[in-house]
């Protein structure tokens, strides 16, 4: 072989194996895109000092808002818990709101903003405390149905699950599921664990119960793995959303 030819050879072996670099780093992203999704955990949007508890941090609806108004800046899009069900490409940024407990300011408060702004979340209703002082009422949360909004099971009592008889158990995961399939006339698939509380020995029965997904309050990035522990970055006043879903983005490589 001539040393002419031998050099072009080298040469088409180099741009072959530069594009071959190109697609895939063109190809990962939107694999990495479609398999993984930052869950941000909200409990009462409120001003009022004596809502915000360690474990039920309040955000004010100020900085709820400039949040929200931080994520569509930066090209974020609401997509729900089904997302890390099914590995479709994804243009934008993915980010999966929720809401735990069902308070009555995630009407109030919580709602219009993110109405403003062009996102859904997922709220996690207790089925005994609605139509209570201080939680949404099936009505509310209807009207938020109506308006793209999703939900899910929270119990029907917010129960210690760890305190819990397997009978009891499986009456808390199903008898949650009926009454809110029934009030909001449509199934709801996924669970919040409360005091984010898991064990194990607890996915069959939210399997069994026709539960999908189910999140905790592990923190981490949610994936396509082990979709009855979803991890979630819970946000309380001090957090600094914009800070923490950059260095979500870093690892994304968005
Ligand atoms: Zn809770």
Not at 8 to 14: E, F, S, T
Not at 57 to 85: C, H, I, T
């Given at each position: 072989m001539s040393s002419a030819r031998r050099t072009r050879l080298i040469?088409?072996?180099i741009l072959l194996y530069g594009l071959f670099l190109v697609?895939?780093?063109?190809?990962?992203p939107v694999r990495t895109r479609s398999f993984a999704a930052p869950v941000l955990l909200y409990h009462h949007v409120s001003d009022n000092p004596a809502f915000s508890q360690p474990t039920n941090p309040a955000v004010s609806p100020a900085k709820f808002e400039a949040e929200l108004r931080w994520l569509k800046e930066n090209g974020y899009q609401s997509v729900s818990l089904d997302f890390l069900m099914q590995p479709v490409p994804f243009e934008k940024k993915p980010v999966i709101l929720t809401f735990d407990d069902g308070y009555r300011d995630n009407f109030t408060e919580a709602f219009p903003l993110l109405q403003k702004y062009g996102f859904f979340?997922?709220?996690y209703l207790i089925p005994k405390n609605m139509d209570d002082n201080a939680y949404l009422t099936w009505e509310q949360a209807r009207i938020m149905q109506q308006a793209g909004m999703r939900f899910g099971s929270h119990t029907v009592d917010h129960a210690d699950l760890n305190q819990l008889s397997d009978e009891r158990l499986r009456w808390e995961l199903s008898e949650s599921k009926r009454v809110i399939d029934a009030e909001l006339g449509e199934p709801v698939s996924s669970f919040a664990f409360p005091y984010g509380y898991y064990a194990r020995d607890y996915f069959?029965?939210?399997a069994g119960a026709g539960y999908k997904t189910a999140v905790t309050e592990d923190r981490g990035l949610a994936t396509s793995q082990d979709l009855f522990r979803i991890p979630r970055?819970?946000?309380?006043p001090k957090t600094d959303v914009p800070l923490l879903l950059s260095m979500v983005q870093k690892v994304m490589a968005w």
């Amino acid at each position: 072989m001539s040393s002419a030819r031998r050099t072009r050879l080298i040469i088409v072996g180099i741009l072959l194996y530069g594009l071959f670099l190109v697609l895939w780093a063109m190809v990962l992203p939107v694999r990495t895109r479609s398999f993984a999704a930052p869950v941000l955990l909200y409990h009462h949007v409120s001003d009022n000092p004596a809502f915000s508890q360690p474990t039920n941090p309040a955000v004010s609806p100020a900085k709820f808002e400039a949040e929200l108004r931080w994520l569509k800046e930066n090209g974020y899009q609401s997509v729900s818990l089904d997302f890390l069900m099914q590995p479709v490409p994804f243009e934008k940024k993915p980010v999966i709101l929720t809401f735990d407990d069902g308070y009555r300011d995630n009407f109030t408060e919580a709602f219009p903003l993110l109405q403003k702004y062009g996102f859904f979340a997922t709220f996690y209703l207790i089925p005994k405390n609605m139509d209570d002082n201080a939680y949404l009422t099936w009505e509310q949360a209807r009207i938020m149905q109506q308006a793209g909004m999703r939900f899910g099971s929270h119990t029907v009592d917010h129960a210690d699950l760890n305190q819990l008889s397997d009978e009891r158990l499986r009456w808390e995961l199903s008898e949650s599921k009926r009454v809110i399939d029934a009030e909001l006339g449509e199934p709801v698939s996924s669970f919040a664990f409360p005091y984010g509380y898991y064990a194990r020995d607890y996915f069959p029965f939210l399997a069994g119960a026709g539960y999908k997904t189910a999140v905790t309050e592990d923190r981490g990035l949610a994936t396509s793995q082990d979709l009855f522990r979803i991890p979630r970055l819970i946000v309380g006043p001090k957090t600094d959303v914009p800070l923490l879903l950059s260095m979500v983005q870093k690892v994304m490589a968005w």
